[in-house]
Structure formats: structure tokens, C-alpha cells
């Protein structure tokens, strides 16, 4: 009796062990996946706030570049009477008849620039110090109130180190005239003969900036080198102060990161990540405070050595799952209910238990945050149905979102496309001189820039409205015969204005007679984005750009080559990824939306093929993409006629 007493006792423990090591494993492996998401949501969401900020200077930058390319400045600071040198009467600068034709011009422009974009103060100061003019928040300054002593200021001498088309940033200061910390933004003015006599100067808010911290969950700030949160989205910043011109210490209006929290863990953390040499640091650490684990995904801004936290506790990155607290309380009653059923109840409970989490867990680590997919139940479980059901709702919520933003953008996109085409249209008749009549120079040129960036902007709501197709899968496809060579040809022609502009010679490789059957416009489109691509990374001088086709079994593998600069190992891995930019800093000298390699992989994966690229920093790039030798297969004409049909239910309703 007692050793039938102690062999129970012994299979009891061996089968309470087992129970509680499965459903301690089950637990901790829904907790990992939860975790993981939770940490690959917030650092999507630090990417979008990084993308923002650089978008933010890049736009002030491109800004203060279009302002100064009016003319009006090199022809005041050419006029002789400018050249002869500032005279003063009574400590305040005297103009000349022509200097104030000029300057009565320069204003207006100026005046002009700060109704159209975000600027807090703008002005014009020479080699001396002395400011020309000045707005302050779109009061046009008397000239008795122009200051002669700019060249204490912090951004006077980098800013006449600067060349044409080059921005100095000036870290964030208080400004003397609107009382509030700012960015400043300086360009200098370039002479014909290569004289930087003044530059040009604007103030961005800071609080422009700081908003873009701002998140529904959790903590977002960015962290100085010198440990100051100049933006802090669970603090409050006084944005209007009274103190001296750039007398302020950062440290009376920034907080210090012990407002996070006081953990020497932390404080280690940040340190270590801001003493780093990585540029591109990005990463996620974790810390303690108050008995509580705490999450945070970061990224280095490239503006003056920041770094951008995002910064949930363990209860947040939990307070949406109810079902793990649930699913504990079930593990545990299950557990008893097994020990007090015996070895058979215990193996039979543990693998109903344990079977259906451990694939629900691997099915959650395995769903792509971009496109959420329903989990179907694989048991008879009540309990873990339920977890799987309450997943499910959440993820139907999350899509019906997703959904909605696609809609809307679909629509915003549409709207904008609408006015373009007349815009570009009477741009086009205004330069007619039949129609309206001869313009000057001046406004010729006025009607190339608007033309130009019209132009710009429907090819980027273009993108958008592909991308949105794509991902709506709303995207149809023809299927006709395709002569490559007469296609590669007429490319070849097509581009022959654009190569000769940055002198690049263009190939044309290809040495067969080949026929394909597919969409000719969408790889044309393809075709167009790779080799545009190119035009922007080869040199000007000596730039080649080869581009052609071959047989490849059942496919025709296409190929655009060029002898640029090359992309490394590591940015490559997000070539293809929608709004992705290799050059991301704030004088990055290529546009674009980062749009075009993203619809040209969701075409040629439509069309039944593959794209990639091979390339190594300093050696160019080569980008290939394959299409099968027919695209007439039923699995297409299916999908081609099925949204035929239901445009047409669409139009009835």
C-alpha cells in the first residue's frame, strides 16, 4: 500500500511538473508573440515619426532653396550702389533710390514666401551683420529697426561657409524677436562671380517639430546627446518665453531624461545608445522601474545626433490581450483538473491544452503586420476558441481600419489628380503665345516651375493611386503579344532628351528576337522606373546606363545595369518596401516618393514574375525582373473578368 501510495505521490509530481512546465511554456510563448507584435508595431510607428521629421527638414530646406531662386537677390546685392558698402545716418542704415525699388521687391517676395509656408521670421544680413530686411510673423520691419549686430548670432559664420543650393541647420534657440524656440534655416546668396555678400535666413517653431511626437499609447521623446528631451510627448512645453536674444540654456526649457524615469538601467541605455557610432542606430532595449519591465524601440535622427524613443511598460504592451489573463486562469484550472483526474485525464487534457496555443502562437508570429489574416480554429477547445475568436475580431477591427484608410487615400488621391490635368493644360496654353498672348522671361520661367511640379505631383498621385491598387489587388492587366525589341526601342527613343541632359549613354543589349504575352503598359511602366532610376545615381559625366533582354527557359529575364554609386548589403533588404529612401538625410540630392520600386515588384508578382537586384557599393547596380513567356492562363482571365464584373455591379448600384 505505501509503495502504490508512493508511485502515485511520484507520477503525481512527474504529471503536476508536466502540467505546469506545458502550460508555463504555452503561456510565455502567446506572451512572446504578443510582445513581438506589440515591439513591430512601435518601431513602424517610430519609422513613420522618423520619416515626418526628415520630411519636416527636408521641406524647410527645399523651402528656403526656392526662395532664394528668385533673382531679385543677386541683382540688389550686385546693384553698385549695395557694393559700395552700408551707409548709416543716426545708427540706422540708409537705401538709395534703387536700393529701395529692390528691396520693395525683395519684401513683397518675402512677404509672399511667409504665406505660403510655416515661418516664424524671415531675413536678409550681409557680411557685416547688418539685416537689409526682416518679417516677423508677416510684419514687414521699419528700416530704423533693422539690426546691425547679426554677426553675434550663432548661425552667422556657418552660414557664409555654405555653398549654393547648401542649407545650414542651426540647433534650436530662443528667438529675439517672436520669444519662442525655434530652428533656424540658413542659405547663402551667391553672386555670378562666386561672392557670398549676404544670406538668407528663416525660423521654423519648434513646436512644429515636437507635435510630431504626439502618440495615442505610451511615451514618444527624443533625446539630445547632452541628455535633454527637446520633445516630449508626455510633457508640456511653454512655448511663449521672455529672455535675452539666444540667452536661454536649453537646460531651463528642456527636461532632463530623470523625467522618464530616475532607473540607473535606463539612464544606461540612453547612454550607451547616444554614445554609439552607428548613424543609422536603430534597436529596441528594455529596462526596470517600480517592478515593472519596460519596452523601448528607438532610431537616430540624422539632425544633430537625436535620438527618437518610443517607450511602452509591460502592463500597455498588455492591455488589449485580455484573453493571455484569461487563458492563465485556464491553464490553471485545467492543470487541477488533470492532477485530480490521473495520468490518462493529465495526458489527455495537457495535449488538448497545449497542442491548439503553441499553433495559435506560431500562427500569430507568422502574421505579416500588413496584412492580417483570420486564424482558424484547430480544436474543439471552448477556451482556446474563444482566444482564437476574440484574435480574429481584433484583427477584422484592424482590417475594417486599414480598409478605410485605403479608401480615403484612394479618394484624396482621386480629388488631386482632378485639377492637375487643367493645370498643366492652361500652363501649356499660357505658353503659347497664339492663344493668350508673348510672355516675358520671367513669366515663362514662372510657368515651367508650375508646369514642371504639377507634372511632379500627378506622377507622384500616380504612385499612390498603383499603390493603392496593388493593394487592393484593383489593378487590372492586359494580356497581348509583345514585340521586346520594338518595346526596348521605342524606350531607347523615348529617353534619348532625358540621357542627353546629364549626358549618360544609353545601351540597348539586347541580341534576340523575342516575343512575350503580357501587359506591354505595365512593363513599360517598370521598365521606366528602373531605368529613370539609374539616370538619378550615374555621374554626370561618363554615366552609362545598359538595358535589355534574353531568353530564360520559360521566361524573358529583363535587365536595367548602371555604373553609379552602388547600394549597400543593407539597404537593399528595403529597396522594395513602399516609401523607402537610400539617401534619407535633409541635403539628400534625389527626390521622389520612394513609391516606384514598390509598384514595380507588386506588378512583375502580378504578372507572374520575380524582381531583384545585385549590387555592391562603388560598382553600380543591376536590377532584373523576370515575365513568363505567356500570360494567357485562366487563373488571369478569371481574375481579369472578375473585376470586370464587379465594376460593372458597382457602376449599377
Known amino acids: 500500500m505505501r509503495i502504490k501510495l508512493k508511485l502515485i505521490i511520484m507520477f503525481s509530481i512527474v504529471i503536476i511538473a508536466a502540467v505546469v512546465s506545458t502550460s508555463y511554456i504555452s503561456f510565455k510563448s502567446l506572451e512572446s508573440a504578443i510582445i513581438e507584435s506589440q515591439l513591430r508595431q512601435m518601431g513602424h510607428e517610430v519609422e513613420i515619426k522618423a520619416n515626418l521629421i526628415d520630411n519636416l527638414n527636408s521641406r524647410a530646406s527645399e523651402d528656403l532653396l526656392f526662395a532664394v531662386k528668385n533673382p531679385v537677390f543677386v541683382k540688389y546685392f550686385e546693384l553698385p550702389d549695395t557694393r559700395a558698402g552700408n551707409i548709416y545716418k543716426d545708427g540706422v542704415l540708409q537705401f538709395t533710390a534703387q536700393q529701395r525699388i529692390l528691396k520693395n521687391e525683395l519684401d513683397q517676395w518675402i512677404y509672399d514666401f511667409q504665406n505660403k509656408f510655416s515661418v516664424d521670421e524671415t531675413c536678409l544680413v550681409d557680411r557685416t551683420g547688418q539685416e537689409h530686411t526682416r518679417l516677423v510673423m508677416k510684419s514687414i520691419a521699419p528700416f530704423s529697426s533693422l539690426s546691425s549686430k547679426e554677426a553675434a548670432t550663432p548661425f552667422f559664420k556657418p552660414s557664409f561657409q555654405k555653398n549654393i543650393n547648401e542649407v545650414y541647420s542651426q540647433y534650436p534657440y530662443v528667438s529675439p524677436d517672436t520669444k519662442r524656440w525655434v530652428f533656424a534655416y540658413t542659405t547663402p546668396i551667391v553672386l555670378n562671380d562666386g561672392s557670398k555678400p549676404a544670406f538668407y535666413h ?129 491553464l490553471l484550472v485545467i492543470s487541477l483538473g488533470v492532477i485530480a483526474g490521473g495520468l490518462i485525464a493529465v495526458y489527455i487534457l495537457s495535449n488538448r491544452i497545449t497542442r491548439p496555443i503553441i499553433d495559435f502562437a506560431r500562427k500569430c508570429r507568422n502574421q505579416d503586420v500588413s496584412d492580417l489574416q483570420r486564424i482558424n480554429p484547430t480544436g474543439k477547445d471552448k477556451e482556446i476558441n474563444q482566444v482564437i475568436d476574440a484574435f480574429n475580431e481584433m484583427i477584422e477591427r484592424v482590417n475594417a481600419i486599414e480598409k478605410q484608410k485605403d479608401e480615403f487615400a484612394s479618394m484624396v488621391t482621386h480629388e488631386l489628380k482632378s485639377p492637375l490635368t487643367p493645370i498643366i493644360g492652361w500652363c501649356q496654353t499660357l505658353k503659347n503665345p497664339k492663344l493668350i498672348g508673348q510672355l516675358n522671361s520671367k513669366q515663362l520661367n514662372a510657368v515651367d516651375v508650375i508646369q514642371r511640379n504639377a507634372k511632379r505631383l500627378l506622377q507622384l498621385v500616380g504612385d499612390i493611386l498603383d499603390v493603392q491598387k496593388l493593394d487592393l489587388n484593383r489593378m487590372k492587366f492586359d494580356s497581348q503579344p509583345i514585340d521586346v525589341d520594338d518595346l526596348l526601342n521605342y524606350m531607347y527613343n523615348n529617353l534619348q532628351s532625358v540621357m542627353a541632359q546629364k549626358n549618360i549613354r544609353q545601351i540597348n543589349s539586347t541580341k534576340e528576337q523575342l516575343t512575350v504575352r503580357s501587359d506591354r503598359n505595365r512593363i513599360e511602366q517598370v521598365l521606366n522606373n528602373l531605368i529613370l532610376n539609374a539616370v538619378d545615381f550615374v555621374p554626370s559625366e561618363g554615366g552609362e546606363i545598359e538595358y535589355g533582354a534574353q531568353s530564360k527557359g520559360d521566361e524573358v529575364l529583363f535587365y536595367v545595369k548602371d555604373n553609379g554609386t552602388g547600394i549597400s548589403p543593407e539597404k537593399q533588404k528595403n529597396l522594395f518596401h513602399k516609401f523607402y529612401q537610400i539617401d534619407t538625410s535633409v541635403t539628400r540630392k534625389h527626390g521622389g516618393s520612394g513609391l516606384g520600386l514598390a509598384i514595380s515588384k507588386g506588378i512583375i508578382e502580378s504578372l507572374g514574375g520575380k524582381i531583384w537586384i545585385e549590387s555592391e557599393l562603388g560598382k553600380g547596380a543591376s536590377f532584373y525582373f523576370t515575365i513568363p513567356n505567356d500570360r494567357t492562363n485562366t487563373a488571369m482571365s478569371e481574375k481579369v473578368m472578375s473585376e470586370k464584373v464587379m465594376d460593372v455591379k458597382e457602376e449599377a448600384k
Open 202 to 330: 528663416f525660423e521654423m517653431p519648434l513646436k512644429s517639430f515636437q507635435d510630431m511626437t504626439r502618440v495615442d499609447q505610451g511615451r514618444a521623446y527624443v533625446v539630445d546627446p547632452r541628455g535633454y528631451l527637446v520633445a516630449d510627448s508626455g510633457h508640456v512645453y511653454n512655448q511663449s518665453l521672455n529672455s535675452a536674444p539666444f540667452g536661454q540654456s536649453p537646460k531651463d526649457f528642456f527636461p532632463s531624461i530623470s523625467t522618464i524615469s530616475t532607473s540607473s538601467e535606463f539612464n544606461k541605455d540612453i547612454r550607451n545608445i547616444l554614445a554609439s557610432d552607428n548613424s543609422t542606430n536603430t534597436g529596441h532595449v528594455t529596462y526596470s522601474a517600480n517592478g515593472e519591465l519596460h519596452y523601448i524601440v528607438y532610431k537616430r535622427l540624422p539632425m544633430f545626433g537625436w535620438i527618437l524613443a518610443y517607450e511602452k511598460p509591460y502592463s500597455l504592451m498588455m492591455s488589449d490581450n485580455y484573453n493571455l489573463q484569461n487563458l492563465a486562469v485556464t
